[in-house]
């Protein structure tokens, strides 16, 4: 064990004292220390002559002994590939350096980002909340109760661990939670993830991007909707955009309308994209429900709001010709890198 202490010591200094300078020196080291005949292969053949209880200590001081020679190796490395670039300089500093790349944004980001833009132009503000919702929040505070047949209209994900939770499957539940805070008036923008118990396809996804806004002020009136509504589409699809609304239905809103705009493609001529309509559905809106501002102790003779709901990923579709909804998380590059040039 002693004479074994002593070698060690007396290689670890001639290994560190070993000056390489090149890859000739780097491949004379490694031969001698490191090689299958080498010294460190040669000198644990002797621990066939260490006593048993000492084998354990001899093998540790041995390991460390391999470990500071590699060690030595990996630190010169870099002139073998030098040698195997035919010996030549591997780093020249006059040339220009390798771009690196450093990423896009996503196109439902761009759009997101374009949406809350023309929102707060008009005083309005961004508001988050979560995506794992309670049912209050995501249903019954806006007038869908546990039976009401409204819910069908969302088929919903719910967390095992708790009946009560679900994944939201819309971002008015944000609605829910800024109203319940109880200061107006309320001017915000919804913007997040959203999920559904759909099957993926190019049209569907279980998961997809919502954008909401909520206005409630005293005399807030539906010409209000309208015109807000109106800037936001001649911003983002241009001045000669025009709109229509439709009557529909939501349970949180009354009177509830879709509202639909020119054909971003064809411009209201007919093309395959708005089914020859020459119209395309972008958004569904309202005003809010009395009775869902009582729900937060609003008093809906004083205060009155709208709000409206968009798909991020339908705006997307329409103002980039997106077909197929799978794209937006596939994370495919060539995809992806398509939209590099749309914001700096
Ligand atoms: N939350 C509705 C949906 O997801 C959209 C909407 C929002 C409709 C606000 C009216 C008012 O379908």
Redesign the pocket.
Same mark, same amino acid.
């Given at each position: 064990m002693e004479a074994l202490k002593a070698k060690v010591d007396a290689l670890l200094q001639e290994i560190a004292g070993t000056t390489i300078t090149d890859a000739a020196t780097l491949e004379q080291y490694r031969i001698k220390y490191l090689g299958t005949k080498g010294i460190i292969k040669d000198i644990f053949g002797m621990m066939k002559d260490v006593p048993g209880p000492q084998k354990k200590e001899a093998g540790q001081l041995l390991n460390s002994l391999k470990v500071q020679a590699e060690a030595h190796y990996a630190a010169h490395e870099h002139l073998k590939e030098g040698a195997a670039a035919g010996g030549a300089q591997v780093t020249d500093p006059s040339l220009p350096a390798v771009p690196v790349s450093i990423g896009t944004r996503h196109p439902l980001r761009i759009v997101e980002n374009q949406i809350v833009g023309i929102f707060e132009k008009l005083g309005f503000v961004v508001a988050e909340g979560p995506e794992i919702e309670d049912d209050w929040h995501n249903f019954t505070s806006?007038n869908m109760p546990e039976d009401h047949t409204a819910r069908d #209209? =969302?088929d919903t994900f719910y967390v095992s661990q708790n009946p009560d939770w679900l994944l939201r499957?819309?971002? @008015?539940s944000v =609605?829910a939670r800024i109203l319940e805070e109880g200061e107006l008036p309320v001017r915000i923008i919804c913007p997040g993830r959203?999920y559904r118990n759909e099957t993926v396809s190019a049209r569907a996804h279980c998961f997809f991007h =919502?954008c909401? &806004?909520?206005y409630v002020d005293k005399n807030v009136s539906f010409a209000d909707l309208k015109q807000t509504l109106y800037y936001f589409v001649k911003e983002m699809f241009g001045e000669h955009t025009k709109i229509r609304f439709r009557p @529909?239905y /939501?349970p /949180?809103?009354e009177p @509830?309308?879709?509202m639909d705009i020119s054909c971003s493609v064809c411009g209201g001529s007919g093309c395959s994209l708005c089914k020859h309509t020459g119209w395309v559905e972008i958004? &569904?809106? &309202?005003m809010?429900h009395p009775d869902l501002l009582r729900n937060f102790r609003i008093d809906p003779e004083v205060y009155t709001g /709208?709000? /409206? &709901? #968009?798909?991020v990923e339908r705006i997307t579709q329409l103002k980039y010709q997106v077909n197929d909804l799978r794209l937006y998380s596939q994370n495919d590059i060539r995809f992806l890198r398509q939209f590099e040039q749309v914001l700096p």
């Open positions: 806006l #209209m =969302q499957t819309h971002t @008015s =609605q959203v =919502q909401e &806004g909520l @529909s /939501f /949180f809103t @509830s309308a879709e958004l &569904g809106c &309202g809010v /709208f709000a /409206f &709901g #968009m798909g």
